[in-house]
């Protein structure tokens, strides 16, 4: 039973809403398992706001694929995850870019759902494999290292996580 009712969850749903803009759910959740979770929801969004979106130049860690990717310039990152999601027939309805971890999340999550909801499986899962080498694994590491050097372990831990999480599906399911 206990079993059923983990496989039921979305992983990456889990995921963005863990790294969304906090609020009180946060707060409670993150003092459970933080140690020095921060001691007010002001506090806490405080704490978002100077790690993940206000800064000079820019955050202390920001979540954009672009803002980590030395190889390619940021608008080709982030129009390959635009046609990344329009080849799979997602219509993103957030203002945030397409490079953007919960938006990349966002897509991870409607390709679980439609897994989940006996659409093509195996493509559907090599597709999310494929997204996640690209788009994910190269920057989780470095963005977790940059909260924990701006000292936010919490956060850090979980980029970790998705980063372990990620990884697991990289190998072919057999």
């Known amino acids: 039973m206990a079993q059923a009712a ?22 409670e959740r993150f003092r459970e398992i ?3 979770a921060p001691g007010s ?9 100077s790690l993940f979106e ?26 390959e995850n635009k046609l ?17 971890l919960l938006t990349q999340l966002e897509f991870l999550s409607w ?23 690209r788009h994910l694994i190269h920057w989780l590491r470095r963005a977790a290292a940059q909260c924990r050097g701006a000292g936010a372990d919490g956060y850090a831990d979980i980029l970790d996580a998705l980063l372990y999480a990620c990884k697991d599906h990289e190998k072919p399911d057999e």
């Open 6 to 27: 983990i496989s039921d969850i979305n992983l990456y749903a889990t995921f963005r809403r863990l790294l969304a803009y906090p609020d009180e759910w946060h707060l």
């Open 34 to 36: 933080w140690d020095e």
């Open 41 to 49: 929801l002001d506090d806490l969004r405080a704490q978002y706001l």
């Open 54 to 79: 206000a800064g000079l130049p820019q955050p202390k860690c920001p979540l954009l694929e672009s803002a980590y990717v030395d190889s390619r310039a940021p608008g080709e990152v982030v129009l």
């Open 84 to 100: 990344f999601y329009k080849h799979f027939g997602l219509q993103l309805l957030s203002q945030a870019p397409a490079d953007h």
């Open 111 to 133: 390709l679980e759902h439609c897994i989940d909801a006996g659409n093509d499986g195996q493509s559907l899962r090599t597709a999310q494999r494929e997204f996640m080498e």
